[in-house]
């Protein structure tokens, strides 16, 4: 695992220790990268389920102005910490030790751009927590998940995906790379 681009670019990143985590392979976040092109500059990120933090890391060495990485275990926080240490990218971070589904019931400080969902496999939590930020008020500015032209990115085995009924998301956007499939949503009402 390594930063591909950026001002970090080329360290090494740690993994979290033991069998807990499923990192992006650094060809599909190179892939997720490129789809997302000039977006990332200055955009606020929320990494839920954030592992490693790599993707999250990724994000601020290209740019983004903040990244708030969520995880519940002590390890991958543990790690994420280091990550930022190593990169030198931790002035752009905010790490929360909290179960992310509780993290989503409460009230964000701002909207984010992006929200990254890449939760453990085979458990149908990407669902819950892309439902989660669906209900969010889209139109108040308190409470609100998405910035205007903010997107939803999950990562999943493409055997967990499943069509979703959404009434404020809208999926734009599928790819599928070998045993890992990213899935692409915005905002219904999305501004052009």
């Known amino acids: 695992m390594r930063v591909i681009s950026g001002k970090a ?3 090494r990143l740690k993994a979290v220790p033991g069998e807990t ?3 992006i392979m650094d060809r599909v976040k190179e892939n997720l990268f ?3 092109g000039n977006f990332v500059a200055g955009t606020r990120w929320l990494d839920l389920f954030a592992g490693t933090g790599q993707v999250g890391i990724e994000a601020l060495s290209r740019g983004a102005a903040e990244v708030v990485f969520v995880d519940n275990t002590r390890a991958a926080i543990q790690t994420i910490h280091a990550n930022l240490a190593i990169t030198g990218l ?8 909290m179960d992310a589904f509780r993290y989503l019931r409460g009230e964000p400080a701002a909207p984010f751009d992006l929200i990254y969902v890449a939760p453990p496999q ?11 930020v ?8 308190i409470g609100r998940y998405l910035t205007p032209n903010g997107i939803v990115v999950v990562q999943i085995d493409p055997k967990e995906y499943v ?3 959404l009434q404020s998301l809208a999926l734009y956007d599928l790819r599928r790379y070998g045993n890992t499939q990213l899935c692409f ?5 999305r501004e052009e």
């Open 9 to 11: 670019k080329g360290r």
């Open 34 to 36: 490129n789809l997302l």
């Open 185 to 189: 949503y915005e905002r219904a009402d």
């Open 163 to 165: 069509p979703l009924e």
């Open 90 to 97: 931790a002035p752009g971070a905010r790490v929360v030790q």
């Open 21 to 23: 985590t499923r990192p």
């Open 134 to 141: 669906d209900q969010r008020p889209l139109r108040q500015s």
């Open 122 to 132: 085979y458990k149908g939590l990407w669902v819950d927590a892309v439902k989660i």
